[in-house]
């Protein structure tokens, strides 16, 4: 995925969470962190995910683990 694609809020994507769990959803929101600049995104999960007790509803992923991208969300 290119750097000058970065924004995705709206789109449909999968990613790797922790490297560790294939998720899908609907971003939110896109964000470059000034300090480091890393690029974050909020996704809303197509299905809650429970870890560590705990079900995620909503995640935050770098932009390095998305691993696809589709249509907007409708």
């Known amino acids: 995925m290119n750097w000058w694609n970065w924004k995705l ?3 449909n994507v ?3 969470y922790m490297r560790l769990f294939h998720v899908s959803g609907r971003v939110l929101e896109s964000r470059l962190i000034k300090e480091t600049g890393d690029i974050c995104h909020t996704i809303e999960l197509n ?3 429970t870890i560590y007790g705990k079900i995620l509803k909503r995640i935050f ?3 390095n683990e998305i691993t696809w991208v589709g249509n907007p969300a409708k």
Do not use: D, R, W, Y
């Open 14 to 16: 999968t990613a790797m």
């Open 61 to 63: 992923v770098q932009h």
């Open 47 to 49: 299905n809650p995910i």
């Open 9 to 11: 809020a709206g789109l």
